[in-house]
């Protein structure tokens, strides 16, 4: 077993373990997965159970009307009559309930539920905590959202029908019996005792595997995405056969569940249909004896016969729809979870900011439990740039975080012009934060639908002009549709300096009064990186602007440096001032001096 198996194997819930939900939580989950047609759905299931009963009535009068046409010497032909007449109005009914229950789907409820479901998720995924969001793969998020909405809710109301038709009727029928002859009606009601049990018996087990069967589904689901996304870089370091590996191993895991689940569902259901047909063989053996013994007409049995066959199949087909239930409610389980984040607490009234001007104030920030800022403060003034710099990992990205609302700190205030981002409302806090990252995030969409992703209102003319200024014309006007060009048709042709200046262009037509660069023209050459530069300077102008760098030579001329390390602002101060103070910054800088001097010398 390789060590992925292992650790797969590893994270499989115990069976002991298993949380079990009673039906009547399964129940109210679906009929609250049906919002906002909760109440037909749950008049659908009446309807289905009315007809169910009154088919196993129907099915009961068969008894009566075989001893008005059976019994005696000549048919009792007006008896017989009213039966049949009875058995038609209730077959009727029967047909005219189910036939309206299934309005539900026909006048589109189903798919519209679904779709209310859909956009809670979507509105879920907007409103969640962007670090709690983050943490989750997207390709297990898109299982959620997509696969288990579709797949699972596609079909409740017929599989529920199922359930109730396989249950009640029987029943129903035993019930009904008891009228006619008491024996035989209990003996018909003895196999649902039988019947019980072994579906007690099963569920944990059944409940099992359908859990980790999703489990491993949304799993692969996430490997797929991951294993695609990650292709080019996969082979760029000849890594695609070892992740080709990973993405294997949790197909054949899978698999392998698939199969046991088959195998165990198999036998799990040949125990119980055995015990099923056991049960109505013994039924009829004990009628067979009672009509021998002259304690029970032939007539009776023969009604009673009829009767068994009708039901016998959709009885043993009830513990297949469990096993579909089981599938919609682990998906409902998962899309419960997913709609149960809270969002960050908004503190009222809402203040809007007037001023730009960023404090922390004491910031103390942990990721679950490990701490990344303590005690951090720092002031950064507005219409000026600020650079963070420091040693990988002190926490710089998390500071920026922090100013977006990603998270909350844990203890301090992040304010913007003297308020406090937490009485920012998100969507106000959103407008007035722009940010160019190192990774430019571009949507299959045309060229000018790309930038004006970050002002949907925006005239054409505006888009134009913050592209112009990005210095973007340049290069759009190559593409073979010019501004329609879609971007995924453009494959690779975009570069990473001309991926940058669209984001620019975003940041510039989003006109926010600060802005965000995380280390925008890092991984750029000196080409790219000089128009990158150049854009960059149009964006910054007039705006509180946070840039984090590595390298110390792009930001020299920032009108305050703050060295973060080990979660706290170490040294702050200009370029200067700071070589000067000959502290932690001088000695990166003097390190960075060194490293450029030994390059160009080695070159
Ligand atoms: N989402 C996260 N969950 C858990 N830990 C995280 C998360 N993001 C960052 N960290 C950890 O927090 C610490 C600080 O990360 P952060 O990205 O803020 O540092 P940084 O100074 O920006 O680093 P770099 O210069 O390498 O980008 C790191 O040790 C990192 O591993």
Redesign the pocket.
């Known amino acids: 077993m390789n060590h992925r198996t292992a650790t797969h194997q590893a994270s499989q819930p115990d069976v002991q373990h298993t949380h079990i939900t009673p039906w009547r939580e399964t129940l109210r989950q679906l009929l609250r997965s049906a919002q906002p047609h909760s109440r037909a759905f749950a008049r659908s299931l009446w309807m289905i159970l009315t007809a169910a009963i009154l088919h196993g009535l129907a099915l009961a009068c068969i008894i009566p009307l075989f001893q008005a046409l059976l019994d005696g010497h000549t048919p009792n032909w007006h008896t017989a009559l009213l039966w049949l007449v009875l058995i038609l109005l209730l077959t009727l009914t029967v047909q005219t309930l189910r036939w309206q229950a299934q309005d539900f789907d026909y006048d589109g409820m189903q798919a519209d539920a679904i779709h209310n479901l859909r956009t809670r998720l979507g509105e879920q995924l907007r409103r969640m905590p962007l670090?709690k969001l983050?943490?989750r793969r997207t390709g297990e998020l898109s299982a959620v959202l997509l696969g288990n909405v579709d797949e699972n809710l596609n079909y409740t109301l017929t599989i529920c029908g199922g359930l109730i038709n396989g249950v009640v009727t029987p029943l129903v029928s035993a019930l009904a019996t008891l009228l006619w002859d008491w024996k035989l009606g209990l003996a018909m009601l003895l196999v649902f005792p039988a019947i019980i049990p072994l579906h007690r018996w099963r569920r944990p087990q059944q409940q099992k595997v359908v859990r980790e069967l999703n489990d491993a589904h949304t799993r692969c689901h996430g490997d797929i995405i991951e294993y695609t996304q990650g292709l080019a870089v996969l082979r760029a370091s000849r890594a695609t056969g070892s992740h080709a590996g990973q993405l294997q191993d949790t197909v054949e895991w899978l698999e392998r569940l698939q199969v046991d689940s088959q195998r165990q569902g198999i036998k799990a259901n040949v125990v119980i249909s055995s015990v099923t047909e056991a049960g109505m063989l013994l039924i009829m053996a004990a009628g067979v004896t009672w009509v021998t013994q002259g304690q029970l007409d032939l007539t009776t049995l023969a009604a009673v016969t009829i009767m068994l066959v009708r039901f016998a199949e959709p009885l043993a087909l009830v513990f297949i729809m469990t096993g579909i239930i089981e599938h919609i409610e682990t998906a409902l389980i998962q899309i419960d979870e997913l709609l149960a984040i809270e969002p960050l607490p908004q503190q009222t009234p809402a203040q809007v900011p007037q001023q730009f001007d960023i404090r922390f104030d004491d910031v103390t920030f942990a990721?679950e439990a490990?701490p990344?800022l303590s005690g951090f403060s720092a002031t950064l003034p507005a219409r000026s740039m600020t650079a963070l710099v420091?040693p990988?990992?002190?926490?710089?990205?998390?500071v920026t975080r922090l100013l977006m609302r990603h998270a909350d700190p844990q203890h301090g205030t992040v304010t913007i012009g003297g308020v406090d981002v937490r009485a920012i409302e998100p969507e106000r806090l959103n407008r007035l934060v722009s940010v160019v990252f190192q990774d430019v995030y571009l949507f299959d969409d045309t060229v000018l639908a790309n930038i004006r992703m970050a002002r949907p209102e925006a005239t054409d003319a505006e888009v134009h002009a913050a592209a112009r200024a990005a210095h973007c014309l340049e290069f759009i006007e190559r593409l073979p549709q010019g501004w329609n060009t879609r971007i995924g048709e453009t494959g690779g042709r975009l570069s990473g300096g001309e991926r940058q200046r669209l984001s620019i262009a975003r940041a510039l037509l989003k006109d926010a009064p600060i802005v965000v660069l995380d280390e925008p023209t890092a991984t750029l050459d000196t080409e790219s990186e000089r128009a990158v530069q150049r854009a960059i300077e149009t964006l910054v102008k007039n705006r509180t602007v946070i840039v984090?760098a590595?390298r110390l030579s792009t930001i020299a001329g920032a009108g305050q440096i703050i060295v973060?390390d080990q979660g706290k602002a170490l040294e702050t101060g200009t370029h200067e001032a700071l070589l000067a103070g000959n502290g932690r910054y001088a000695a990166l800088w003097a390190a960075q001096q060194r490293a450029k001097q030994w390059r160009a010398g080695s070159a």
Do not use: D, E, F, N
């Not at 990988?392 to 998390?398: I, R, Y």
């Open positions: 670090l983050q943490s990721y490990r990344v420091g990988s990992g002190g926490g710089k990205t998390t984090i590595h973060v």
